[in-house]
């Protein structure tokens, strides 16, 4: 059986987690990419194609000459709607493309949830720094981005007119969302579907930088939320018409009341998926791929529920190059697991981003009692080191 895998960057997500998947299930696979080199680089046993993957008539007019496909795949943000068309058209098991676009297009998801009734936010789009009477403070973020990038509360109008137009000097003809700001704490739920059966695998806690900036610097890991918050997200999901693969949903809690910040329609990346799939000990890679091979996900993923985890994102706090920096490591403290990679190599020189790119590595940590987990992934951290010079 043939799965063509969309892809920009070469991520872990894929070569940790959905090669080695496809393997395990006897999958040949097709890699359509706009970054062939780097790719055959990452992975150069498996058959790269190029291909401008952001437009679905190209992926559909490359993958039809070439082998018959069986499953058109992406854990990509960006490319979900391009896969769920190509997948339309040659009759595979897919995502609707209105639901991939509604949750992309962060515009689009507002007016989409409040013509449903189930949440109503105070939004605006502008191609243009344009002073507005809003509800301030609010947050301006691109209108199709991902990883906090380019993502500020903004406190006034003037603030407004400055920032919109220091994002839009960066990203030429884009188009911005200004919304109201939703207080509360930030958490997430993942769910894994087969548009007949729904899981829900679980969710984190984060902790986000202190504003004007929402970097994620560290996720700690939820079995479960209570009944009333998860009917709630499921009720927003719905309307959007998510229900099928893997879904990372961000949302805000406030006063018991669960208000969505963003749907990231694909397996929650920066790789908390693979924690996922060592935690709860599922095929979790498999068992995404199945879904989009028309097969049926079982009534009951087996996962287990009684483990804890944490996620830490070591971040740059200044512009400079790396000149120092703890190599990759894995080892065992009594009951907790500790994974740990580098995610900026030494000598590499960066600006300060205030997104994701500023992290500078991720530690995974797994155990069973969280206070543990915390406590052994503070001391972890505390012994590194990291230098950055001007």
């Not at 952001?54 to 058109?72: E, K």
């Not at 993923?301 to 009684?306: P, S, V």
Request: proline share 6%; glycine share 6%; charged share 25%.
């Amino acid at each position: 059986m043939r799965l063509y895998l969309l892809a920009l960057n070469p991520t872990d997500s894929v070569t940790e987690g959905f090669l080695p998947a496809a393997a395990r299930l006897g999958l040949d696979v097709t890699v359509l990419t706009d970054q062939p080199a780097a790719h055959r680089a990452t992975y150069p046993d498996v058959e790269i194609l190029e291909c401008d993957v952001r437009d679905f008539r190209a992926v559909i007019t490359r993958i039809s000459p070439h082998h018959r496909p069986d499953a058109v795949f992406t854990n990509s943000d960006h490319l979900q709607t391009q896969a769920a068309l190509a997948a339309a058209y040659f009759g595979l098991p897919g995502k609707d493309w209105r639901a991939t676009l509604r949750t992309k297009d962060k515009a689009e998801m507002r007016r989409r949830l409040a013509a449903a009734g189930v949440d109503r936010v105070w939004s605006a789009e502008l191609s243009e720094p344009t002073a507005l009477d809003a509800p301030y403070p609010c947050v301006l973020k691109p209108r199709e981005g991902v990883a906090s990038e380019d993502v500020v509360l903004v406190d006034n109008a003037e603030e407004l007119v400055a920032c919109s137009k220091e994002i839009l000097d960066r990203r030429p003809g884009a188009v911005l969302v200004v919304e109201e700001y939703l207080p509360g704490e930030l958490y997430t739920l993942e769910t894994l579907g087969d548009g007949a059966v729904r899981h829900v695998l679980g969710g984190f806690h984060t902790q986000l930088s202190a504003p004007p900036y929402f970097v994620e610097e560290s996720m700690t890991f939820l079995p479960a939320h209570p009944e009333p918050v998860v009917t709630q997200v499921l009720a927003q999901l719905d309307a959007l018409g998510v229900g099928f693969g893997a879904c990372h949903t961000e949302f805000v809690l406030d006063a018991g009341r669960a208000r969505i910040i963003e749907v990231n329609y694909r397996a929650i990346g920066d790789q908390c998926d693979l924690l996922l799939a060592r935690l709860l000990e599922v095929p979790l890679f498999e068992h995404i791929l199945r879904t989009h091979l028309g097969e049926p996900l079982p009534a009951d993923l087996g996962a287990r529920r009684d483990g804890a985890a944490r996620v830490e994102y070591p971040c740059a706090d200044r512009a400079g190059a790396l000149v120092g920096a703890p190599a990759a490591t894995e080892l065992t403290v009594g009951d907790v697991h500790l994974t740990y990679r580098p995610l900026r190599a030494v000598g590499e020189r960066h600006e300060l981003y205030r997104t994701n790119r500023d992290y500078l590595g991720v530690l995974r940590a797994t155990g069973t009692d969280q206070s543990t987990v915390d406590r052994v992934s503070a001391e972890f951290l505390a012994a590194l080191h990291w230098e950055i010079q001007p």
